[in-house]
């Protein structure tokens, strides 16, 4: 099972084996879900591309929290919850 249509992810964190997004995505959780390769994956930070990886399968998730990016108190500017989601790059897999 494969998922050919390219999937565009904004992210906050990057990495060669994980990335992160600021909210739920309904797309990734049933990719992982389903444990379907992504054919396209492309990473955006900011709205410009950072990294684009082919045959990418999902390996799992962890929630966690952002500090806000401004200092203010907690009480304006609460944590940000987000997820982590592991993934392969079976193009490079040996």
Same mark, same amino acid.
């Given at each position: 099972m494969?998922e050919d +249509?390219p999937?565009?992810?904004e ?5 060669? #084996?994980?990335? *992160?997004?600021e /909210? ?8 992982? +879900?389903e444990k379907?390769?992504?054919r396209?994956l492309?990473?955006? #930070?900011?709205? *410009?591309?950072? /990294?684009?990886?082919?045959d990418?399968?999902l390996k ?9 990016e401004?200092?203010?108190t907690?009480i304006k500017n609460p944590?940000y ?10 193009d490079?897999f040996?």
């Open positions: 494969s +249509k999937v565009e992810v992210v906050r964190n990057w990495d060669g #084996h994980s990335f *992160t997004v /909210r739920v995505n309904d797309q990734l959780e049933k990719l992982l +879900k379907k390769i992504i396209t492309a990473l955006r #930070h900011n709205g *410009t591309m950072v /990294r684009i990886c082919r990418v399968r799992g998730r962890k929630d966690c929290y952002f500090a806000p401004l200092e203010t907690t944590l919850s987000g997820i982590t989601f592991e993934y392969e790059d079976l490079n040996l």
